[in-house]
């Protein structure tokens, strides 16, 4: 067997390889289609071999170029091969990509790599939290100009009526400030039209998908949440187990133990997805108020002493366990709410059929 390791630049990729009889091999491939034909051509000279890469932006098509050619192939989480390797004291291309070699030699297991349609689900997903972000950060800096200078805000002020309030109100600011908040008031209507075009994708995307629909029955999950977990999900027969899922998403407690001294749990990994776990647990505080489950679980947590953002964290973890078990069942959520998920599902269609007629 044949090892290679690969590291990805946008230009070049640097290839370090170790042949069955100990001979260090070395490559520098253009990031071309010629290219990218010459690696494919080189792992197939020295059949059988196994590739290692870190995951990184272009590795996806480096993987699927490669895959059908060589016996084994990983792409390889930074973070594991920092604990496998430790910390260099030096980094270059060839370093980097000699460590990869190694540890396709010591056959180190990888991350999961999705299909083409669950990367553009994620990309979609993705593209869609950013926004709604900045569109928030944009909000906040608005309510802060006018609450520094005293100026009352619009009853509602991020509506058409509210937002033209906001602007009539602009002369009552000094002129520099005055700029700054017209100019983010441009934003965030910009980034409502984004935001409203990546919904009605994401309806399209998520309309007719059971899993989707199974998921809506959960109080708090609507089809923007259930699209955002199922894309950071992927398939859900890779766990075996709830926990399982929610140390994927870095909701599972941290714990210290040494031979017989008493374990000792502390506060969540967040190691794993963290756009899984952000939107369990923003899904929590809308299920914690009409799910008597995770009601429940809640107020027991916080008449334990917890603090109500620990105890939120929790109910998104059991929101989570909850979301395994419906997938893996194939059943709607016990106690769901009929109307409310009717009614999700109905708004799910509106927004699928409006894109459609445009």
Same mark, same amino acid.
């Not at 005293?150 to 000094?174: C, F, Q, T, Y």
């Not at 374990?263 to 108020?289: D, N, Q």
């Given at each position: 067997?044949?090892?290679?390791?690969?590291?990805?630049?946008?230009?070049?990729?640097?290839?370090?390889?170790?042949?069955?009889?100990?001979?260090?091999?070395?490559?520098?491939?253009?990031?071309?289609?010629?290219?990218?034909?010459?690696?494919?051509?080189?792992?197939?000279?020295?059949?059988?071999?196994?590739?290692?890469?870190?995951?990184?932006?272009?590795?996806?098509?480096?993987?699927?170029?490669?895959?059908?050619?060589?016996?084994?192939?990983?792409?390889?989480?930074?973070?594991?091969?920092?604990?496998?390797?430790?910390?260099?004291?030096?980094?270059?291309?060839?370093?980097?990509?000699?460590?990869?070699?190694?540890?396709?030699?010591?056959?180190?297991?990888?991350?999961?790599?999705?299909? %083409?349609?669950?990367?553009? !689900? @994620?990309?979609? /997903? =993705?593209?869609?939290?950013?926004?709604?972000?900045?569109?928030?950060? $944009?909000?906040?800096?608005?309510?802060?100009?006018?609450?520094?200078?005293?100026?009352?805000?619009?009853?509602?002020?991020?509506?058409?009526?509210?937002?033209?309030?906001?602007?009539?109100?602009?002369?009552?600011?000094?002129?520099?400030?005055?700029?700054?908040?017209?100019?983010?008031?441009?934003?965030?209507?910009?980034?409502?039209?984004?935001?409203?075009?990546?919904?009605?994708?994401?309806?399209?995307?998520?309309?007719?998908?059971?899993?989707?629909?199974?998921?809506?029955?959960?109080?708090?999950?609507?089809?923007?949440?259930?699209?955002?977990?199922?894309? %950071?999900?992927?398939?859900? !027969? @890779?766990?075996? /187990? =709830?926990?399982?899922?929610?140390?994927?998403?870095?909701?599972?407690? $941290?714990?210290?133990?040494?031979?017989?001294?008493?374990?000792?749990?502390?506060?969540?990994?967040?190691?794993?997805?963290?756009?899984?776990?952000?939107?369990?647990?923003?899904?929590?505080?809308?299920?914690?108020?009409?799910?008597?489950?995770?009601?429940?679980?809640?107020?027991?947590?916080?008449?334990?002493?917890?603090?109500?953002?620990?105890?939120?964290?929790?109910?998104?973890?059991?929101?989570?366990?909850?979301?395994?078990?419906?997938?893996?069942?194939?059943?709607?959520?016990?106690?769901?709410?009929?109307?409310?998920?009717?009614?999700?599902?109905?708004?799910?269609?509106?927004?699928?059929?409006?894109?459609?007629? =445009?």
């Amino acid at each position: 067997m044949n090892y290679f390791g690969i590291d990805v630049h946008s230009t070049y990729h640097k290839v370090v390889g170790l042949t069955a009889d100990g001979e260090p091999l070395e490559f520098d491939i253009p990031n071309t289609r010629e290219g990218r034909e010459e690696l494919q051509e080189l792992m197939l000279q020295h059949k059988p071999c196994a590739v290692a890469m870190e995951a990184c932006s272009g590795a996806y098509k480096i993987y699927d170029l490669l895959q059908p050619v060589v016996q084994r192939i990983r792409l390889l989480h930074p973070a594991d091969l920092k604990e496998m390797f430790g910390k260099k004291s030096r980094k270059n291309d060839r370093i980097d990509a000699a460590m990869c070699c190694r540890a396709a030699k010591y056959e180190m297991e990888g991350i999961w790599v999705p299909d %083409e349609e669950t990367r553009q !689900r @994620r990309a979609l /997903s =993705a593209r869609r939290v950013s926004i709604t972000q900045k569109r928030t950060a $944009s909000k906040n800096s608005v309510k802060s100009a006018f609450r520094e200078y005293h100026i009352e805000l619009a009853e509602n002020p991020w509506s058409d009526k509210g937002m033209k309030v906001l602007r009539e109100r602009l002369k009552d600011l000094p002129a520099t400030v005055a700029l700054c908040v017209e100019l983010e008031l441009n934003h965030i209507e910009m980034y409502n039209r984004s935001i409203e075009q990546l919904d009605h994708r994401m309806a399209e995307l998520a309309w007719g998908n059971e899993q989707i629909e199974l998921l809506m029955s959960v109080p708090g999950i609507s089809y923007y949440s259930a699209f955002v977990i199922m894309a %950071e999900v992927g398939d859900i !027969r @890779r766990f075996d /187990s =709830a926990k399982q899922l929610t140390a994927y998403a870095g909701l599972c407690p $941290s714990f210290n133990q040494s031979g017989k001294k008493q374990t000792r749990h502390g506060p969540i990994t967040r190691k794993g997805r963290s756009r899984l776990r952000w939107i369990a647990v923003e899904c929590a505080h809308v299920g914690a108020r009409y799910a008597p489950k995770l009601q429940r679980l809640k107020w027991r947590l916080k008449k334990r002493g917890k603090h109500g953002n620990v105890a939120t964290v929790a109910v998104g973890r059991k929101l989570l366990e909850l979301c395994y078990h419906i997938l893996k069942s194939g059943e709607p959520y016990s106690e769901s709410i009929p109307e409310k998920h009717e009614a999700k599902l109905r708004k799910l269609e509106g927004k699928a059929k409006v894109r459609e007629a =445009a």
